[in-house]
Structures are given as structure tokens and as C-alpha cells.
């Protein structure tokens, strides 16, 4: 079995998420870094990421955390700033965050040891919608409303249509509703940088079918069955989930 299958099965990150962790020379197989693709693991062998070992998980988890400001969406953060992971030291299994929440932005986060649904959520050609709430510097013109809706250039290529519901005008602030299904580096942000205008504060409230609801800032529920399925089937049937 190849490496970057291996960590999958472990619940570490999807097989493309754990390429690029293999890449950043995090991971070592008995006692030795591997950085390159297509290492075979065998019986026996010793894995270990960040210097922990992993093993395929039997169990599976799933959780919706509400992350806080101030968290960067890493398992070990180089800088030391704290982690997402921070919470979850002490949790029966090792969990990994689902795609990512900038350390200035807070909300809605799924973690799961589940490496296939992570690849299946992030993949582009699902088109997970993220909704956000987002405020926003000065008042955002009907014109600057109807760019965002349409789409705008961030990083020389042109974003997909949002959705974009005021819910709030101020005389120095918009609160405006914003859903994307693309998963750009702080893309909410650029996007509104775009327009003239800056964002004030960034909530993330949906993830797919997952609302943050009523969820307390800095604590975590575990997803129902029916959300777990809603999830694996989102896009195709879940016997597709397991080829992927």
C-alpha cells in the first residue's frame, strides 16, 4: 500500500492532503523522514507524523466545533500559535480538520479521523457551499452587492457566483450573508478587498448541510448519524465515497 493511502486510512488528512504532508518531511516510516510519493508500506512497518505514530482507524468520528478567533487550523503550528487541535489532545482517537478557517476568522469546523470523507468534502468537483457572515466596512453599494453575486478577480482568476444577502446596513458597516462552494486561500476576504471595501469580522455558520445553530464559541458536538450520511452522500452515492 502506498504511503499517502496509508495516512488516509489512518483518519490523517485525505490522500492528496497527506501528499502534501509527506512533501513537508512531517512524516517518517521506521524511524527514517520520507518526502518523496509512491513509498510502500508494509506489515509491520512504523509510521509516525509529527513524531506520533498512526495506525488505520476502526472507528469512526465526527465532530462540528465552533473555533474561536486566535486558532490557526493545524495540528502543529511552527510558529506556536495554538492549534484547533488544541481541545482535542486528550480525545480517544486523532482528529483532523476538514479544509481550513483563517486564525483571524472563527465558526464552523468539522473534525474526523475519516480520511475518504475529508478527500470527498474538499474535492472541487463536490462544491460543498460554505455560508458566512461576514461585516463589513462602510455601506456596500447595490453595484459592489451585485459584483460579488456575479463574481470578481482574486489572485488573476475570476471567482464563481455567490449568494449575498444584506442582513444588517449601518451607517459604518454592512452585515452581509455570503455563500461560496469554492475554497480559496481567505477568499471571503479578498473578495470584498475587491470592491473597496475591508471585512471587520468573519463567521463561518454553514458547512454543507451543517449549521453552527446554537453552538458555543470554543466547544464541540459530536454529528448525528443522519448528518454523517447527509454528508457522505453529498454529490454522489456513498458506495462512490468509497471509491474515491
Known amino acids: 500500500m502506498r504511503l499517502q493511502k496509508y495516512l488516509a486510512d489512518c483518519g490523517v488528512a485525505s490522500r492528496r492532503g497527506s501528499e502534501s504532508i509527506i512533501a513537508e518531511g512531517r512524516v517518517t516510516l521506521n524511524d527514517m523522514t520520507v518526502s518523496e510519493m509512491g513509498v510502500q508500506v508494509h506489515p509491520g512497518d512504523k509510521i509516525c507524523v509529527d513524531g ?38 486528550d480525545y480517544p482517537v486523532r ?64 471567482t464563481s457566483p455567490a449568494k449575498v444577502f444584506v442582513t444588517q446596513r449601518a451607517p459604518f458597516y454592512t452585515s452581509v450573508l455570503i455563500t461560496v462552494h469554492e475554497g480559496r486561500n481567505r477568499q471571503i476576504r479578498k473578495m470584498i478587498e475587491s470592491v473597496g471595501h475591508t471585512v471587520v469580522s468573519l463567521r463561518r455558520v454553514g458547512f454543507g448541510p451543517l449549521k453552527l445553530g446554537d453552538l458555543l464559541r470554543g466547544t464541540w458536538r459530536s454529528l448525528s448519524e443522519q448528518e454523517v450520511k447527509t454528508l457522505k452522500t453529498m454529490g454522489g452515492s456513498s458506495e462512490r465515497v468509497q471509491r474515491l
Open 52 to 89: 506520533l505514530p498512526v495506525t488505520p482507524v476502526k472507528e469512526k468520528h465526527y465532530l462540528m466545533y465552533y473555533k474561536p478567533l486566535g486558532e490557526v487550523t493545524t495540528v502543529f503550528d511552527p510558529e506556536g500559535r495554538p492549534t484547533v487541535m488544541d481541545k482535542f489532545r
Open 95 to 158: 482528529l483532523f480538520p476538514v479544509g481550513r478557517l483563517d486564525y483571524d476568522s472563527e465558526g464552523l469546523l468539522l473534525l474526523t479521523n475519516d480520511g475518504e470523507l475529508t478527500r470527498h468534502l474538499l474535492h472541487p468537483s463536490r462544491h460543498v457551499q460554505k455560508t458566512y457572515m461576514a461585516k463589513v466596512s462602510k455601506q456596500l453599494s447595490d453595484q459592489a452587492l451585485d459584483k460579488l453575486r456575479t463574481g470578481v478577480i482574486i489572485d488573476g482568476r475570476m
